[in-house]
């Protein structure tokens, strides 16, 4: 019994991803050119996620700064709020916005990663970082939430069209692996097949 259940988590997500194949190619292209032109032009990213996408935000973070699976310089990337004295440090939600304040600059780009795309930190600091003149590159499920209801036209939402929050975060690691991808390709021309 436990293996038909188990059988019917690898088909559910398989079916995903290819339903979001073709909708979610245009705005992670999107956030390649944006995150690239942020590098490129000598600024930095910030990531950050909500709740237990904290894990997906410093594994972006490593990826950029570390490299994906090429060698390549490492790029100006950090996860912000990833400890316990920024959690605690301020009541509220004003952990993020204080570290946005602080660290971002025109030409940034703040990369938020939650699963709905609810939490009012996130909120916090996508205001945050429009006061400081940023991108934001939201990456969220469901609707996007209030993070989603934020958003320029200047920033990038990457939207995972699905309420359950294990399938959505399956795609945001794609996701993320895709954004790596597209910016190696850019800067390190198309790799030859294995």
Avoid: N
Avoid at 14 to 24: G, I, K, P, R, W
Avoid at 63 to 92: H, K
Avoid at 103 to 120: F, N, P, R, T, Y
């Amino acid at each position: 019994m436990q293996e038909l259940r188990i059988q019917q988590h690898f088909i559910d997500s398989a079916d995903l991803y290819y339903q979001v194949s073709e909708t979610l190619a245009k705005p992670v292209d999107a956030a390649v050119q944006a995150l690239l032109a942020s590098v490129t032009g000598g600024g930095k990213v910030l990531v950050a996620g909500g709740g237990t996408s904290i894990a997906l935000a410093q594994y972006l973070t490593g990826l950029l700064v570390g490299g994906f699976e090429r060698e390549r310089p490492g790029l100006a990337a950090v996860t912000l709020g990833a400890d316990a004295v920024w959690a605690s440090a301020w009541s509220g939600d004003e952990g993020l916005s204080r570290q946005v304040h602080a660290l971002g600059q025109a030409g940034d780009v703040l990369v938020l990663i939650s699963a709905h795309g609810d939490e009012s930190v996130l909120a916090q600091a996508v205001r945050a970082a429009h006061d400081r003149e940023m991108t934001v590159l939201a990456i969220t499920g469901g609707s996007g939430g209030a993070v989603a209801r934020l958003l320029r036209e200047t920033d990038v939402h990457v939207c995972v069209p699905h309420e359950r929050a294990a399938r959505v975060r399956e795609v945001q690691q794609l996701v993320l692996h895709c954004l790596c991808d597209g910016i190696d390709t850019q800067l390190l021309g198309e790799q030859e097949p294995m």
